[in-house]
């Protein structure tokens, strides 16, 4: 009576055992597969973040790129204006000097050489 007495209570339950250790391993399973798909979208979240942070980066960078074009085009022709103003002021002043004083004299007339030997 002692052997049948477990065999009965097996028999009798060896469905809900069966089942209840079925849907252990299913919920295990379906554990696991949940905290993957976590991971995997915090992962993906990452990755999306960190694009999104490489097209600020990039349109930041073409913007300081198209301002510093634009600085540099805007120095060059200011530089060119101040260049053709020298240029002219150049033009108007030098030939104005060398037809208005006498030409150079060739021999040193200071006494600049007097005054260096002294010391």
């Known amino acids: 009576m002692s052997n049948s007495q477990p065999n009965g209570f097996f028999q009798k339950y060896k469905e809900l055992i069966v089942t209840t250790i079925i849907c252990l391993f299913l919920t295990g399973i379906y554990d696991s597969i949940n905290n993957q798909t976590a991971e995997i979208k915090k992962w993906y979240e990452l990755m999306i973040g960190i694009n999104?942070?490489?097209?600020?980066?990039?349109?930041?960078?073409?913007?300081?790129?198209?301002?510093?074009?634009?600085?540099?085009?805007?120095?060059?022709?200011?530089?060119?204006?101040?260049?053709?103003?020298?240029?002219?002021?150049?033009?108007?002043?030098?030939?104005?000097?060398?037809?208005?004083?006498?030409?150079?004299?060739?021999?040193?007339?200071?006494?600049?050489?007097?005054?260096?030997?002294?010391?």
């Open 52 to 119: 999104e942070k490489v097209k600020v980066q990039a349109d930041n960078l073409s913007k300081l790129e198209k301002s510093l074009e634009t600085h540099v085009q805007r120095t060059d022709e200011i530089f060119d204006d101040h260049n053709q103003r020298i240029r002219s002021i150049e033009f108007e002043i030098i030939p104005r000097r060398i037809h208005q004083h006498k030409p150079p004299i060739e021999g040193d007339t200071t006494d600049a050489k007097d005054t260096i030997a002294d010391y």
